[in-house]
């Protein structure tokens, strides 16, 4: 998967699907608020109540988190003035309340677009913000990885993360053996050598 950002173009019009290089799009993610430079985008006034709703989403911790993208790189706000521009490292999973198993992705400064820059998102990703339940687990990791990858595909990136986090105490990272272990993909497999 190719990934990229930094002094890249990550202008995307709002409700289109994720995609990576030349792998087909999916759909179960849609794309909100990846605004750039030199692109137009809708504007408007935003409830005080949503903007309080995104802030508790972002505070929030797993195993109720909205983060995911936390290693693809940073991002800076174009709109803003060079040398003074807002930025964020991670991304956001939010449930499409109107679609139950999809999603909307978007920057985690996606606050900073409507505050700082009028931004104003569609309003199903404004009302699903709204429907988030902040007192249910939720691993925006997870259901980001199983949107858009086969059971298969996980069983093999997973038991390369349970490795790789294996002395880390970050409780999120639990995750990982844990969705092995709910597969019955646990113990895992014998390496190939
Ligand atoms: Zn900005």
Known sequence: MELQFKNESY?????????F???????????????????????????????????EIKASRWPTL???GLIRGSYSCTLC??????????????????????YFGCLSMID???????????????????KVDLNRPFDAVLSYDEAHLSVDAMRDVYEIHVRRVAGSTAPENRRYRQWLEEHGFWPP???QS
């Open 112 to 130: 900073h677009f409507i505050r700082d820059h009028n931004y104003k998102p569609p309003e199903v990703f404004l009302s699903s913000v709204m």
């Open 189 to 191: 497999r014998e390496k």
């Open 21 to 55: 290089g030349d792998a087909p799009p999916f759909e179960r993610v849609l794309r909100i608020g990846w605004l750039e430079a030199g692109h137009d985008y809708q504007r408007g006034a935003v409830d005080d109540e949503v903007m309080a709703k995104l802030t």
């Open 81 to 102: 003035p060079k040398g003074d521009r807002a930025g964020c490292s991670t991304e956001l999973l939010i449930q499409n309340a109107e679609k139950p198993g999809s």
């Open 11 to 19: 202008y995307f019009p709002d409700l289109s699907p994720y995609r």
């Open 66 to 68: 909205f983060h995911f």
